[in-house]
């Protein structure tokens, strides 16, 4: 079934073991009335392992349990939408590289292809294919460094190692095309910079078996674990409405039952999407445990089209027609992808010069962190870790 | 109960199965991996096909290229014609403290004057010892591989 998380659904909250209105009455009530311990405000961060950037969060405590939480943004902001608007496009690729660093590719490709549509260019299709192979390859990589560290921040240390060492094989497949390994601005406009060398489809076919098969060893290591599975199961459960409310999306909305992927249902944003046989991963729980589940089946799932896509990758030129020097026609145009942490968009509007009048741009963890002061009221101080690490957000990509 | 000492005990395979596997750290100062040839890790100059254009400079994304020329006039290639003006490069410095590294110089370059070499080994206690100069840049010349063969299905270009 296909919800659009922004209309009201009939039905109200899914069927989930602990009612999540419960943790408001319960974050309501005095639960030390006779002791009258009062409050304990506790900083945690900016500097916090937990955060992966200098989030700063500041928890009210009753005892062990949070009575109110204040995420506080901004140590990291760079400023891109106005930096952007001094810079051309070519230039601007670079600095969009360093929003999301984990998944820089697929920043760039949402902002090349708006450029694209503005100026009526469309990349040819092996330009296309690499395009979403290399995208794929980030959302690998990205997911197995969260497989293996969320492991970490609940206490197992073994699984981080095992991420580091498996996100390699990605990380090493982008390199070897780009020549970056975490920026590899290697978009243009009309296409890509460069063809694939040579040797990198076969590396690449035996580099995703062994994803899958890490894969496949996450899931027994630490999706199997009990001790895993008593600290995430209904640790921060987000309703689907309450989640389709805040703006939360991607891979936290779909582990709260909302089938619903821009990739699937969006405009594809330039790519092969829709040529391949995929499918979108949901779970019903909204909790911790359904958010690692559901970023364990996408993984999965990217390294199976990524070896569909070196199946069927065209031959032909990887660059259109373009001008020497690029200036954009005036106009507006609005492009979202499902980036691996949620949904990112962009707004050009240019003003026919060779840089962009004014960009927004909307990134995944800015909407996702927003739910934290709900979801964080009524949890225990350990449980805040796991649902920091649960969401998965990048500081880059809050601040911008 | 059962399934929870299964998933324990299934664990514990995991982990014993990856330490009969050798090794995947690389003792870094001891042995040395070998970046890819496509790496981006130091831009080389070849001096001589410079044309002082600034294009580089100009296209840098943070305006870390500083360059400085003069023109100087040679004697006419025939008999009897116009002396030529040359422009000579005096100053190409590169610097790696603000570098993105991002390969927009190597890419704009006209006349194939800026390389990319893998080379990574270049830090330095003092960050001002990381503005290059141009000798320093030369250098790196040496390092820059061959451009590789592509994966089929590739279209080849012709040499410009």
């Known amino acids: ?400 | 109960m059962k399934r929870q000492v299964k998933g324990m005990l299934g664990g514990l395979g995991i982990t014993f199965r990856t330490m009969m596997q050798p090794s995947v750290t690389v003792q870094y100062p001891h042995e040395r991996e070998e970046p890819t040839p496509r790496a981006r890790g130091v831009i080389a100059l070849k001096e001589e096909n410079c044309t002082v254009c600034m294009l580089c400079a100009r296209s840098c994304p943070d305006w870390c290229i500083y360059i400085e020329g003069h023109k100087e006039q040679r004697p006419a290639r025939r008999e009897g014609g116009r002396p030529r003006s040359v422009s000579l490069l005096d100053r190409f410095d590169i610097d790696y403290a603000l570098c993105m590294y991002c390969g927009i110089c190597v890419e704009v370059c006209p006349f194939d004057a800026l390389f990319w070499s893998p080379e990574f080994e270049y830090s330095e206690p003092n960050i001002a010892e990381l503005l290059h100069d141009k000798d320093r840049l030369g250098e790196w010349m040496e390092t820059v591989p061959e451009p590789e063969p592509l994966e089929l299905g590739a279209e080849i270009k012709g040499k410009k």
Request: charged share 25%.
């Open chain 1, 1 to 400: 079934m296909k919800v659009d998380p922004r209309l009201p659904t009939p039905g109200g909250i899914p069927e989930v073991d602990i009612d999540p209105m419960l943790y408001r009455h319960l974050a309501g009530a005095a639960v030390n009335v006779e002791l009258d311990t009062g409050d304990m405000i506790l900083n945690l961060g900016p500097q916090h392992p937990a955060t992966h950037g200098t989030l700063r969060l500041v928890v009210r405590l009753d005892g062990e349990r949070v009575i109110a939480a204040d995420p506080i943004i901004g140590y990291m902001h760079r400023g891109y939408e106005k930096l952007v608007e001094y810079r051309t496009y070519p230039q601007i690729t670079t600095l969009i590289n360093r929003i999301d660093w984990l998944s820089s590719f697929a920043n760039e490709v949402p902002f090349i292809f708006a450029a694209e549509q503005l100026m009526g260019i469309e990349a040819p299709p092996r330009a296309r294919y690499i395009r979403t192979m290399l995208t794929e390859l980030s959302r690998i990589a990205t997911f197995l460094l969260f497989l293996g560290e969320m492991g970490l921040q609940v206490g197992a240390i073994t699984p981080a190692f095992y991420g580091f060492r498996d996100r390699e094989y990605a990380l090493n497949l982008i390199e070897a095309v780009t020549g970056g390994r975490f920026h590899p601005n290697f978009n243009r406009i009309g296409g890509v910079k460069d063809d694939l060398p040579w040797g990198w489809i076969n590396d690449c076919r035996q580099s995703m078996k062994k994803v899958l098969d890490s894969c496949d060893d996450f899931e027994n290591l630490v999706a199997g674990n009990p001790i895993f599975e008593q600290r995430t199961r209904s640790i921060g459960i987000v309703p689907r409405e309450l989640g389709a409310a805040y703006g939360v999306s991607g891979s936290n909305l779909r582990s709260s039952g909302v089938d619903w992927d821009l990739r699937r249902d969006g405009d594809p944003y330039g790519l092969v999407y829709d040529e391949l046989d995929w499918k979108v991963w949901t779970h019903p729980d909204g909790d911790s445990f359904a958010r690692y589940w559901v970023r364990l089946q996408e993984t999965r799932e990217s390294a199976r089209m990524v070896l569909q896509m070196l199946d069927a990758l065209p031959s032909g030129p990887i660059m259109a027609k373009v001008p020497r020097i690029i200036k954009v026609p005036e106009g507006e145009v609005w492009v979202n992808c499902e980036n691996p942490l949620g949904e990112m968009g962009y707004y050009i509007f240019s003003k026919g010069a060779t840089g962009p009048f004014r960009v927004k741009i909307r990134s995944a963890s800015f909407s996702n962190v927003s739910i934290l002061p709900w979801l964080l009221r009524g949890a225990y101080v350990p449980d805040v870790i796991t649902i920091l690490a649960s969401l998965y957000f990048i500081l880059g990509d809050i601040d911008r």
